[in-house]
């Protein structure tokens, strides 16, 4: 098949909107869709610092690439930031992807790790906390923990954006799990743009959320991006994986399903935003001084809680 636009060889077949693509159109494709939803959201201002959070797999090295295209014709700061869990076997080798990534675009690359800021590596965490029904799931520490370090590296970088890359298809399953789950509260605070909810908080963007995921692999692949493609050990989100495989089919039916739930879901947003988005108030944590809703925030619950559990497990070795 040719090309729709210049009449060379396809390569890649968008059945959304039944048009072909070569190498060079793909990725002006893949980089437009990027550049629009920056500018429609107006996520990132000129001169700003940008920070990207890179775990080396292949939204976020995506990401960091067309980021590090993006900023040569308008202007703005980038760092990108990993956020290391200390999970044997994966984690070290994705960070090794994200730092080699960083180092061939000339972005400054910061590694923040769970040890030095929690104490604790997300595998000792597992272990400390003993088997699975004692403890909630290891994704409930690793999230919250990554949040929460994320936003202390934001900050101590002086960063004014946080880039997260999350994809079309990310997007539409959180979507629906909300909906599904009836937490519609949820789908009020985060939403296709940023808000500075508090002086405290990094706003987050998400500039690959009109990306489908096959885009993102395929763009890799063609522009020889390395990308760590191993799945987290402790990944075991099985709704998920379902609403997935669903969308998957669905799209494959009905081609245009995904970018009509994101449209739904954006044309929503702003009415849900107004009813939920204000029930939130914010303190300061009384340990970390990080936002939160409570007296202490989530992050420094979890902490104490490990740390607890693993003074008692020394005191009864010693005994
Ligand atoms: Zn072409
Ligand atoms: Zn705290």
Same mark, same amino acid.
């Given at each position: 098949?040719?090309?729709?636009?210049?009449?060379?060889?396809?390569?890649?077949?968008?059945? =959304?909107?039944?048009?072909?693509?070569?190498?060079?159109?793909?990725?002006?494709?893949?980089?437009?869709?990027?550049?629009?939803?920056?500018?429609? =959201?107006?996520?990132?201002?000129?001169?700003?610092?940008?920070?990207?959070?890179?775990?080396?797999?292949?939204?976020?090295?995506?990401?960091?690439?067309?980021?590090?295209?993006?900023?040569?014709?308008?202007?703005?700061?980038?760092?990108?930031?990993?956020?290391?869990?200390?999970?044997?076997?994966?984690?070290?080798?994705?960070?090794?992807?994200?730092?080699?990534?960083?180092?061939?675009?000339?972005?400054?690359?910061?590694? =923040?790790?769970?040890?030095?800021?929690?104490?604790?590596?997300?595998?000792?965490?597992?272990?400390?906390?003993?088997?699975?029904?004692?403890?909630?799931?290891?994704?409930?520490?690793?999230?919250?923990?990554?949040?929460?370090?994320?936003?202390?590296?934001?900050?101590?970088?002086?960063?004014?954006?946080?880039?997260?890359?999350?994809?079309?298809?990310?997007?539409?399953?959180?979507?629906?799990?909300?909906?599904?789950?009836?937490?519609?509260?949820?789908?009020?605070?985060?939403?296709?743009?940023?808000?500075?909810?508090?002086?405290?908080?990094?706003?987050?963007?998400?500039?690959?959320?009109?990306?489908?995921?096959?885009?993102?692999?395929?763009?890799?692949?063609?522009?020889?991006?390395?990308?760590?493609?191993?799945?987290?050990?402790?990944?075991?989100?099985?709704?998920?994986?379902?609403?997935?495989?669903?969308?998957?089919?669905?799209?494959?039916?009905?081609?245009?399903?995904?970018?009509?739930?994101?449209?739904?879901?954006?044309?929503?947003?702003?009415?849900?935003?107004?009813?939920?988005?204000?029930?939130?108030?914010?303190?300061?944590?009384?340990?970390?001084?990080?936002?939160?809703?409570?007296?202490?925030?989530?992050?420094?619950?979890?902490?104490?809680?490990?740390?607890?559990?693993?003074?008692?497990?020394?005191?009864?070795?010693?005994?």
């Amino acid at each position: 098949m040719k090309c729709s636009k210049c009449g060379r060889e396809a390569i890649y077949f968008a059945r =959304y909107e039944g048009r072909y693509y070569c190498h060079k159109h793909f990725n002006e494709l893949v980089e437009g869709k990027v550049k629009r939803t920056i500018r429609k =959201y107006r996520m990132i201002k000129r001169g700003e610092k940008v920070g990207v959070a890179v775990s080396g797999g292949k939204d976020s090295v995506v990401l960091m690439h067309i980021l590090a295209k993006l900023r040569k014709k308008f202007p703005f700061e980038l760092v990108a930031i990993t956020i290391d869990e200390g999970i044997k076997g994966y984690r070290d080798k994705s960070v090794e992807v994200a730092r080699k990534n960083a180092e061939l675009l000339g972005v400054e690359h910061h590694i =923040y790790r769970f040890k030095d800021f929690i104490g604790f590596t997300l595998d000792e965490t597992v272990e400390i906390m003993g088997p699975r029904e004692e403890r909630v799931g290891a994704c409930s520490y690793c999230g919250v923990w990554r949040r929460w370090l994320l936003n202390k590296a934001a900050e101590e970088l002086g960063v004014d954006k946080l880039a997260l890359g999350l994809n079309l298809d990310d997007e539409v399953q959180v979507f629906l799990m909300n909906l599904m789950r009836g937490d519609v509260a949820r789908l009020g605070r985060t939403g296709p743009y940023y808000e500075v909810i508090h002086e405290g908080l990094v706003p987050r963007i998400k500039p690959l959320r009109e990306v489908p995921e096959k885009e993102i692999v395929l763009y890799a692949v063609l522009n020889n991006i390395e990308v760590d493609l191993s799945e987290c050990p402790y990944a075991t989100e099985a709704f998920r994986a379902e609403i997935r495989d669903w969308l998957n089919e669905m799209e494959e039916k009905h081609p245009g399903t995904k970018y009509q739930l994101l449209r739904s879901y954006d044309k929503i947003f702003p009415l849900l935003a107004k009813t939920y988005a204000k029930e939130v108030k914010l303190n300061r944590c009384k340990i970390c001084g990080q936002p939160t809703s409570g007296e202490i925030c989530k992050a420094c619950q979890f902490r104490l809680q490990v740390k607890e559990k693993s003074e008692n497990l020394k005191f009864s070795l010693t005994k």
